[in-house]
């Protein structure tokens, strides 16, 4: 499975942006998608999922409200729409796909990762 992610960017705190992942290389509705994020200096941290047929998702609570996951299985991509940033939410962004058919906040449960995008909220 390959995938790659974009849409990073610099915002200014209150904006918004969307990120996308495309995966190829496996049939989509197989995979469980996933964002998770790692800002400087400290571990990587699990933002949200979207089971195969986007019926199930689940979130960080502290992002449960300003981020949504969705998937459009005609194009093979996972979407994170990014509201109200904070500098906080500054981090890289990778998309990784589940070993397992469950919706796990554990990276080690993830097989294949994105390259990761950059996302930068300004104050």
């Known amino acids: 499975v390959q995938l790659q992610a974009s849409g990073g960017g610099l915002v200014q705190a209150g904006g918004s942006l969307r990120l996308s992942c495309t995966a190829s290389?496996?049939?989509?509705?197989?995979?469980?998608m996933a964002w998770f994020r790692q800002a400087p200096g400290k571990e990587r941290e699990f933002v949200a999922a979207?089971?195969?047929?986007?019926?199930?998702?689940r979130y960080t609570d502290s992002m449960k409200g300003r981020f949504t996951i969705s998937r459009d299985s005609a194009k093979s991509i996972v979407y994170l729409q990014m509201n109200s940033l904070n500098p906080e939410d500054t981090a890289v962004y990778y998309c990784?796909?589940?070993?397992?058919?469950?919706?796990?906040?554990?990276?080690?449960?993830?097989?294949?990762w994105g390259q990761g995008t950059q996302v930068t909220v300004s104050s």
């Open positions: 290389g496996r049939t989509f509705s197989d995979l469980i």
């Open positions: 990784a796909t589940s070993k397992y058919y469950i919706l796990s906040t554990q990276g080690d449960d993830y097989a294949y």
């Open positions: 979207v089971s195969r047929y986007g019926d199930g998702i």
